[in-house]
C-alpha cells in the first residue's frame, strides 16, 4: 500500500472487487466479501499464470457492452466537460483493512523497520499481520486482475 502523511489515497491494500447496483452504484470491497444486495460483480479474471483465460471477446461485443454501460450513467458522469462521477461506496471490511495496513505501516515508520507494500487480509490479525516466519509478511494482489497467490517479500 503507497504510503503518504498527505491526504488519504485512492488506493487501497487487498484484492479487490468492484459491485454495480441499481442506478450505477458502484461499492469496492475485498474480492472475499460477500456481494451486496442486488448487485452484479465488474471485475473478472482475463489472465491467470501470464495465459488468457479465455478467448478474446469480438469487437462488436465489446462495443455493445460499452454502449450499455455508458447508457447506464447518470447524464452528469457522461458530460465530457466537468464531469460528476458517481459516488463510491467503500465495504466496511475494507476500510477497516486498510486502517489497519496504515496502522502497521504508520508503526514501522515510528520503530524503523521496513515497510511491506500491502498485506493480504486474511494475514491480518490484532497486533499485525500474521505470517509462517515472523518479519516476512505476504504482500496483496491490488486488483483483481490474476487468480496467482502472491509471494512472501524478504525484508532486508
Do not use: K, W
Not at 504510503?3 to 442506478?23: C, D, F, H, I, T
Not at 500491502?118 to 490479525?125: H, L
Not at 499485525?128 to 494482489?141: F, I, K
Amino acid at each position: 500500500m503507497p504510503y503518504s502523511s498527505g491526504p488519504p489515497l485512492a488506493v487501497m491494500p487487498g484484492a479487490e472487487q468492484v459491485y454495480r447496483g441499481p442506478g450505477c452504484t458502484d461499492t469496492v470491497a475485498l474480492r472475499d466479501d460477500p456481494a451486496p444486495e442486488d448487485t452484479i460483480p465488474l471485475l473478472e479474471t482475463v489472465m491467470s499464470g501470464g495465459e488468457r483465460t479465455a478467448a478474446r471477446p469480438p469487437l462488436a461485443r465489446a462495443r455493445a457492452a460499452f454502449e450499455t454501460d455508458l447508457a447506464r450513467l447518470p447524464a452528469g458522469a457522461r458530460r465530457i466537460n466537468a464531469p460528476q462521477p458517481p459516488a463510491v461506496a467503500v465495504s466496511g471490511r475494507l476500510r477497516r483493512h486498510t486502517g489497519d495496513v496504515r496502522r502497521l505501516i504508520e508503526n514501522r515508520l515510528r520503530a524503523g523497520q521496513p515497510v511491506p507494500r500491502a498485506v493480504r487480509p486474511s494475514r491480518m490479525g490484532p497486533d499485525g499481520p500474521r505470517t509462517e516466519r515472523p518479519g516476512l509478511p505476504t504482500v496483496g494482489a491490488g486488483p483483481v486482475v490474476t487468480d496467482r497467490p502472491a509471494d512472501p517479500v524478504e525484508e532486508p
